[in-house]
């Protein structure tokens, strides 16, 4: 049965959403579901992580999957000041140039090394904490030579967000 959540929202929106709930209890179905979401906001890559000190869980689709075993070895995540700052504006998708500077974009060993350099040239990434303190984020990325992520695709985003993040939550507790 799918519950009608938003009247501007289509059946294949409307369909996703019943599917970010039931993945908790099928977590295998997030694959399938960042990769639709990549379609629907014409990204190349999406990752879903979640971290803390002690552990790294992720899921990754499109280029994110080949990139990922790099990040991990090469991209120290202390470098990435996106996370903090993002943080302190939970509850909405973000662009990195709206927590990073243009000089931070150029000289971040993060950014100039790593992320601008692996086909991640354009980011909408939001970052949570699930009820027992679990950091999690999603992101999706455009290679360079691409639009950056413009407002439709932030306000689809945007939409989808809540669902996502319940969704997240429940499997994260189940």
Request: aromatic fraction near 10%.
């Amino acid at each position: 049965m799918t519950i009608r959540v938003d009247p501007t929202l289509n059946r294949r929106d409307e369909a996703l959403i019943d599917r970010m709930y039931r993945s908790s209890f099928e977590p295998d179905q997030w694959r399938s579901i960042l990769d639709d979401m990549c379609g629907r906001v014409g990204a190349g890559s999406a990752m879903m992580t979640e971290a803390t000190d002690a552990f790294f869980g992720h899921v990754t689709v499109g280029s994110a999957e080949k990139l990922l075993p790099d990040f991990l070895e090469r991209a120290p995540l202390s470098g990435d000041p996106r996370a903090k700052r993002a943080y302190d504006q939970l509850a909405r998708f973000i662009d990195d140039r709206e927590v990073l500077t243009p000089h931070e974009l150029a000289t971040l060993p993060y950014c100039r090394d790593f992320s601008y350099n692996l086909e991640r040239a354009h980011q909408a990434a939001s970052f949570f904490v699930a009820e027992r303190g679990l950091p999690i984020s999603v992101q999706f990325s455009r290679p360079p030579g691409h639009d950056p992520f413009g407002d439709e695709a932030f306000r689809w985003l945007e939409t989808m967000r809540p669902h996502a993040m319940r969704g997240i939550e429940l499997m994260v507790n189940a």
